[in-house]
């Protein structure tokens, strides 16, 4: 069984930062793409940013220049640095990770239980 564990949420006045981390534990054969998406209430959830086994990484447009994905292999974990936060990030962010188990060389994608981020003065 694998697991995404989420830490980092909270409250911070705008124009702060966050960081979020992720480990993923449990039977993994290797890690393909990790990433964080967002749920805002009454709002779809929607991609934040991603990162590739090889280090490639994306950005939704609302939060390019301002959040910085990486990853550290050795720990299946990867981070979230969010730096000038706005009231409009407030959401739950969830961890992602698409990964080979080691248990049947199965390919899934896996989700995190959330944090919740809130941006108010």
């Known amino acids: 069984q694998v697991q995404l564990g989420e830490s980092g949420g909270g409250l911070v006045q705008p124009g702060g930062s966050l960081r979020l981390s992720c480990a993923a534990s449990g039977s993994i054969y290797t890690i393909y793409t990790m990433g964080w998406y967002r749920q805002a209430p009454g709002k779809q959830r929607e991609l934040v940013s991603t990162?590739?086994?090889?280090?490639?990484?994306n950005y939704a447009d609302s939060v390019k220049g301002r959040f910085t994905i990486s990853r550290d292999d050795a720990k299946n974990t990867v981070y979230l640095q969010m730096n000038s936060l706005k009231p409009e990030d407030t959401a739950v962010y969830y961890c992602?990770?698409?990964?080979?188990?080691?248990?049947?060389?199965?390919?899934?994608?896996?989700w995190g239980k959330g944090t919740l981020v809130t941006v108010s003065s």
């Open positions: 990162i590739t086994s090889l280090g490639n990484t």
């Open positions: 992602y990770a698409n990964l080979m188990r080691y248990s049947d060389f199965e390919v899934m994608d896996t």
